[in-house]
């Protein structure tokens, strides 16, 4: 996908805006489920408009934890193919809800690392 500097430059900006809100949320506690997969969606849709690859080393551990969360808030959505490629939850179901809390807790370790490490790689963020 080719983009502008322009467009580059403030997916830069809003991903390390992301990673900072990130720190605070893990460092106080306060990460919420939901949060940590949509955060792993959210920053590698950054990295790639800021012109990154996803399996770039300061976002595989996002690709990663996205990858098995996939199939929670939709999945992909599709309304053909195979059964495993559509919603698995019903949205807001007791089903989800501990779906979600599950990744959360499995994740919630390498996603503090992978936040880190995309802080260090961002210089600090």
Not at 4 to 31: F, H, Y
Not at 106 to 120: E, N
Request: proline residues 2%.
């Amino acid at each position: 996908m080719s983009i502008n500097q322009t467009e580059r430059d403030v997916a830069c900006n809003e991903l390390r805006e992301m990673v900072g809100a990130l720190q605070q949320k893990i460092a106080s506690d306060e990460l919420q489920p939901p949060e940590l997969i949509f955060a792993c969606r959210n920053i590698l849709n950054l990295w790639l408009k800021s012109g990154g690859e996803t399996t770039d080393d300061a976002v595989i551990g996002f690709l990663g934890i996205e990858s098995q969360s996939d199939h929670v808030f939709g999945g992909s959505r599709v309304k053909v193919g195979r059964d495993v490629d559509r919603i698995r939850f019903e949205p807001g179901s007791d089903a989800e809800t501990k779906e979600i809390s599950e990744i959360s807790q499995f994740f919630r370790k390498s996603f503090g690392r992978a936040v880190a490490g995309l802080a260090d790689h961002l210089g600090g963020s």
